[in-house]
């Protein structure tokens, strides 16, 4: 693109740079979200919620099946 085109393009500059950085936090987000090991430590706050009885077992199992699906599936392919 020439200069020409730059310049017509400039006003568009902070919606481009916001795109940029909105893209940026979305991948870190997701990179998080499937981190194994922020699943396993997830696990173990569950595992201690349980065992002080601060959830029951059915809450469990069904927050257990969701990181473990997770876990499984990974992040999306991009």
């Known amino acids: 693109m020439g200069l020409l085109g ?4 400039l006003p ?3 919606v481009r740079g ?3 950085v909105l ?4 991948a ?3 990179r998080q979200y499937y981190d194994p090991s922020a699943i396993q430590r997830e696990l173990a706050r569950l ?3 349980l ?11 069904r927050l257990e099946d ?6 499984e599936k990974g992040p999306p392919n991009r």
């Open 47 to 49: 595992s201690g919620l």
């Open 28 to 30: 870190e987000a997701e």
């Open 12 to 14: 568009a500059a902070p």
């Open 51 to 61: 065992d002080a009885g601060e959830i029951t077992e059915e809450e469990f199992d």
């Open 66 to 71: 969701d990181l473990l699906d997770r876990l």
């Open 6 to 9: 730059e310049l017509l393009l």
């Open 18 to 20: 916001t795109g940029w």
């Open 23 to 26: 893209r940026q936090v979305m």
